[in-house]
């Protein structure tokens, strides 16, 4: 399905030209740039290896090694290479760190939004390029909203799925709780599987009844219920 291309493709676009670039073109402390520009090769590997880079609810996992965007803007804001050494640094420890990311053109959340803001940040990026050596520095700045945009928004999904997560599995598990001690007499415990975007309000229509081990009662010659048995016995 060219998937593997694909990556091998986004490898060489997105980590090895931006990485050549960084040190060519004297992005980092010369007495360190080797080693510094070798650091988002090393770990965008590790990452691109991964089975789980991008979740099965669309999102990357890790930072996405958007490293074409950080060389650009370090080129273009020229910051002190000290800062651009923290950078790379920083991003590149990001990689591991189990974070999700919007994936933009498949993103299940703000996913038309994200995409109109994303080809209007294109074209100013394009006319930025159009513009070199001396592009407007006002119009620099104001590029950097939709990447802004992007941090922000992926680090408030993370927030509300990781704040909600422990809620609803507690509140998950009283509700088993409460329907095995109010339904004694049933040969079945149930038991609440919730999912993370679950609200309060829909709890009560995510339980999957689990059989256990038990036989269901059966009455007796009088009508009387007999007691619970192992299935076994």
Known sequence: DGEALDGIVDYFNYVIVPALFLFRANLLPAHDALWLSLLPLLASAYGFCQKSAKTADNFFLGFPSYWNI????????????WLNAFLVIALSALVFVPMKYIYPSRSPYFRMPTNVLGVLWAIVVLYL????????????????????????????LE???????????????????QFKNSNPRLGYVSRSV???RTTPANICHTQV??????????HGPSGNRAPVQPAGS
């Not at 009844?209 to 059966?218: A, D, V």
């Open 209 to 218: 009844r689990l059989s256990l081990p038990f036989r269901r009662r059966r």
């Open 129 to 156: 390029m159009y513009t070199l050596p001396h592009p407007p520095r006002g119009l620099v700045f104001a590029s950097l909203l939709f990447p802004a945009y992007y941090i922000a928004l992926s680090l408030w």
């Open 70 to 81: 950080v060389a650009f803007y370090l080129y273009l804001l020229k910051t002190p290479l």
């Open 159 to 177: 927030y509300s799925r990781l704040s909600q997560s422990p809620s609803w599995a507690s509140d998950a598990n009283f509700l088993s709780r």
């Open 194 to 196: 919730i999912d993370p």
